[in-house]
């Protein structure tokens, strides 16, 4: 009977890595300005938020969200391993294979909905959905290869 085999730091660690990139991602070295646009936030209620800050609420929020991705990611990564381990692919393989298939059926999919019901422009669908894919191909990767 298959019985996972979790590594709980590289959960934690691929969760963190995640969240720095979202903080890199949507920063104004990156797509803040598109994203914003996107949203369709006006310059006023742009500089109220700068000007209080978001508080602590999104943060735990999406922290916790990317915590349990994280882990959802290493078991499904670690059930593939054991799927795919006589292959000869590569953990790394494995790890960006299940990323990417986990992107493509649930994040790029589900995401649609914004395009679709919410009348966001597709650039707003790429940034959140592209954001989300290179998240997804580093906890795929890195819960692959820190067995």
Known sequence: MYEPTINYLAVLVSALLFFMLGALWYSPVMFATAWIKGMGLSEEKVNAMKE?????????????GTLVMAFVTAH????M?????DS???NLAIGLTTGFWL???????YSLNTVAYEDKPWQFYFINTGYQFVGLMIMGAMNAVWV
């Open 88 to 90: 000869g692919m590569s």
């Open 76 to 79: 499904i990564v670690d059930f």
């Open 81 to 85: 391993m054991v799927v795919f381990g």
């Open 103 to 109: 992107w493509l059926g649930y994040i790029a999919t």
């Open 52 to 64: 209080n800050g978001p508080g602590s609420k999104p943060f735990i929020i999406s922290g916790f």
